[in-house]
């Protein structure tokens, strides 16, 4: 019988799509834990995390594609979401270009990401939940 893929709950869902600031972990070359705080976003299912090509989090994701995200609730931290999964998707072109855009948007109001670099390229990481902690 095939595992079934854990599904995320109401307040996770409303922690997720909250203006929230998470903290993803990826596995560096000599198999240290690579952590970086990120904008986070959600599909439905699965945790979404948009970067730039190049950057350490990208090129580990690459090589392997187990990550763990955890998103603390900004108005109360022991209210939170954990979620070990694997990148199953990189989408990369306009639809990762717009997706920073609705990111910055959430985050900081901004129409545009601010922050982007001449020449930059986004990619959007889709993670695919295995275990969830959550509450």
């Known amino acids: 019988m095939p595992?079934?893929?854990p599904k995320l709950n109401e307040n996770s869902l409303k922690i997720l799509k909250g203006k929230n600031f998470a903290f993803l972990g990826t596995l560096n070359r000599d198999g240290s834990i690579q952590l970086t705080p990120v904008w986070v976003d959600i599909d439905g299912e699965n945790v979404l995390v948009n970067t730039a090509i190049g950057r350490l989090k990208?090129?580990?994701i690459a090589r392997d594609t187990r990550v763990a995200i955890?998103?603390?609730e900004w108005s109360n931290p022991y209210?939170?979401?954990s979620v070990q999964g694997?990148?199953?998707k990189k989408i990369t072109g306009p639809e990762a270009e717009d997706h920073i855009d609705k990111m910055a948007?959430?985050?900081t109001g901004a129409d545009k990401y601010p922050n982007r670099k001449p020449g930059e390229k986004r990619i959007m990481?889709?993670?695919?939940?295995r275990k969830i902690l959550q509450r």
Request: glycine share 0%; hydrophobic share 35%; proline share 9%.
């Open 3 to 5: 595992a079934t893929t």
């Open 58 to 60: 990208e090129r580990n």
């Open 70 to 72: 955890s998103v603390p």
């Open 79 to 81: 209210n939170f979401v």
């Open 86 to 88: 694997t990148v199953e």
């Open 105 to 107: 948007k959430k985050y």
């Open 125 to 129: 990481l889709v993670i695919k939940p």
